[in-house]
């Protein structure tokens, strides 16, 4: 017997074939079971009469609980009205275990309870799409990078200083009374890469001890961080361009069912075309003024700012030179403006919000080390950090891209809980 999966239901039409998966769903007749079966793959329905199982078969099948295992075999049929295009006459259902009632129903739930249920709630028809989305922008930044002639380098987890600030470190025992921390970003790391290869990307988790509970902040994500010697700020705006130009364009070629199941407005994902607007920090200020929006230069941008920053543009926007006052300790200063950073974020659209941070570093030894004072960091720490100023430093940048808030968009979902498999938070580390 043939066993297949339901994506590849298109090449065995006419033929009988095996389906391995769960009961996702049902649908019964006096004399007919409309069985959804889902595998992880999609999910299709299958349909059992009476008329070939019986009067002891056919109650038996209508009375299994969903999330049973089953496995289904029969003739595949190609109808245009099924969803996906197929479905299946059930000549044979094999339980393989039966489940107890199950606690996610197909009505609405909570999101305490279904965060609390993360293990079973990653079955369900929207979790797998946004799985698959998620899966899909990996790839394609991985590609993208490996076709761009980058480099990967995985960053370390374990740290022993901070990198973008120190109010949000997860402090762990580190043996003998040593403290570390888990890493905030890989991109002091990144940087020591780029001056051995050229052009690297760390793509992992990072982690921010994060206190707010917003629908953008997680305290374990993951972050994609290109870094490019002799690159300067434009190099690494045109960096971040490409790189989401590229992502929108592979998500709609490749995850549209996706993106339909999740009932995202692709049109507004269709008109999205490079050139990207760039607009520096004190011109986006000055928008925001002329509008009823109440804020002052030299602040950073809270959420609501961001929103009404993007909500002019069908596209990302990036945002460049912003105080430094705002700004991590390795940020290169504005030749043209000292009070400015070499730094852009690029933010969503529909208000999604800074989803890129980076920028241009500071490449000479002695202006990083009074940084370093300024921002009362630990100097030792540094070191080894000081010492790519030392030996052979040249103009270098790049930027971090959170993958989360990234998907968060894609997907038109309210909350970055959804884009991760299993959600870390303030207050909730289970399961
Ligand atoms: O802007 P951030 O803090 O930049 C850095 O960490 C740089 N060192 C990156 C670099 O230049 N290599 O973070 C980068 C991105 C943000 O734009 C956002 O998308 C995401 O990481 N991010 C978070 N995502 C979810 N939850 C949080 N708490 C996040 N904090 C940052
Ligand atoms: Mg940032």
């Not at 929006?293 to 030299?298: C, M, N, P, S």
């Not at 200063?333 to 529909?350: I, K, Q």
């Amino acid at each position: 017997m043939t066993v297949t999966t339901i994506e590849r239901l298109a090449d065995h039409v006419g033929q009988t074939v095996t389906l391995r998966g769960w009961l996702y769903n049902r649908r019964s007749s006096k004399k007919l079971h409309f069985l959804q079966l889902r595998d992880g793959t999609g999910i299709v329905q299958c349909i059992a009469t009476l008329e070939h199982f019986g009067e002891e078969r056919f109650p038996e099948i209508g009375g299994l609980p969903y999330e049973s295992a089953v496995t289904i075999t029969g003739e595949v049929r190609a109808d245009a009205r099924a969803p996906g295009g197929f479905e299946m006459d059930a000549d044979k259902v094999d339980v393989v275990s039966v489940s107890e009632e199950y606690p996610i129903s197909h009505k609405e739930h909570g999101p305490d309870f279904l965060l609390s249920n993360r293990h079973l709630w990653l079955r369900s028809r929207k979790q797998v799409a946004l799985m698959k989305l998620r899966d899909e922008v990996i790839r394609t930044i991985r590609n993208f990078f490996h076709e761009r002639g980058f480099l990967n380098v995985d960053a370390p987890i374990f740290t022993p200083n901070a990198c973008e600030g120190t109010t949000n470190l997860f402090e762990v025992d580190y043996f003998d009374e040593e403290k570390a921390y888990l890493t905030q970003s890989g991109q002091l790391y990144m940087e020591a890469a780029a001056m051995a290869f050229g052009k690297v990307y760390c793509f992992g988790p990072t982690f921010r001890a994060e206190k707010s509970k917003t629908r953008r902040h997680l305290t374990e994500f993951w972050m994609c961080e290109p870094e490019m010697a002799y690159a300067n700020l434009d190099d690494v705006m045109d960096l971040t361009e490409d790189l989401l130009q590229t992502i929108v364009e592979a998500v709609l070629a490749n995850r549209r069912a996706d993106l339909e199941i999740l009932e995202r407005d692709i049109s507004a994902l269709e008109k999205i075309q490079k050139p990207y607007p760039r607009i520096t920090y004190t011109e986006a200020v000055e928008k925001l003024k002329s509008t009823d929006h109440k804020f002052e230069w030299g602040g950073d941008f809270g959420a609501p700012d961001e929103t009404a920053i993007s909500s002019e543009y069908d596209r990302p926007v990036l945002v460049h030179r912003y105080p430094q006052e705002v700004k991590a300790f390795y940020m290169r200063r504005d030749p043209e403006d000292d009070r400015c950073a070499l730094g852009v974020d690029v933010l969503a659209p529909e208000g999604y919000g800074e989803i890129i941070g980076g920028g241009e570093r500071e490449s000479d030894l002695e202006v990083l080390r009074s940084r370093i004072a300024e921002h009362k960091l630990p100097e030792e720490a540094f070191k080894w950090y000081l010492d790519l100023r030392r030996f052979g430093t040249v103009p270098h940048g790049g930027f971090g891209l959170g993958l989360e808030r990234t998907v968060c968009w894609l997907a038109g979902i309210e909350h970055v809980r959804e884009c991760i498999p299993f959600p870390r938070m303030l207050h909730r580390i289970y399961p």
